[in-house]
Nanobody
Framework: QVQFVESGGGLVQAGGSLRLSCAAS????????MAWYRQAPGKQRELVAS????????NYADSVKGRFTIIRDNAPNTMYLQMNSLKPEDTAVYYC????????WGQGTQVTVSQ
């Protein structure tokens, strides 16, 4: 089992940047492809970016391509999402999980982008 704690969210003006962190517990973190997801009010959770188990094989939603970068460090069980050129439509609660979403969801971290 793997558990996640997301952090790094906050309030930022449009055009600004944030770096989210995902701390994972459990010795099996490194074998899973991982992903960042987000859920905006009234909308379904969507996959934002994913990365292979050893890094590489990054994929991004079209809406964030060129602005967000997913990074992982298997020692020590940490994943990041560097978000640049933020837009109001990026406002959401951001979560990390395996790419298949197989583990329990953490609390997430709120990102709010103002005009």
């Amino acid at each position: 089992q793997v558990q996640f704690v997301e952090s790094g969210g906050g309030l930022v003006q449009a055009g600004g940047s944030l770096r989210l962190s995902c701390a994972a517990s459990g010795s099996t973190f490194s074998i899973y492809a991982m992903a960042w997801y987000r859920q905006a009010p009234g909308k379904q959770r969507e996959l934002v970016a994913s990365i292979g188990s050893s890094g590489g094989s990054e994929n991004y939603a079209d809406s964030v391509k060129g602005r967000f970068t997913i990074i992982r460090d298997n020692a020590p069980n940490t994943m990041y999402l560097q978000m640049n050129s933020l837009k109001p439509e990026d406002t959401a609660v951001y979560y990390c999980n395996s790419r298949a979403g197989r583990f329990a969801w953490g609390q997430g971290t709120q990102v709010t982008v103002s005009q």
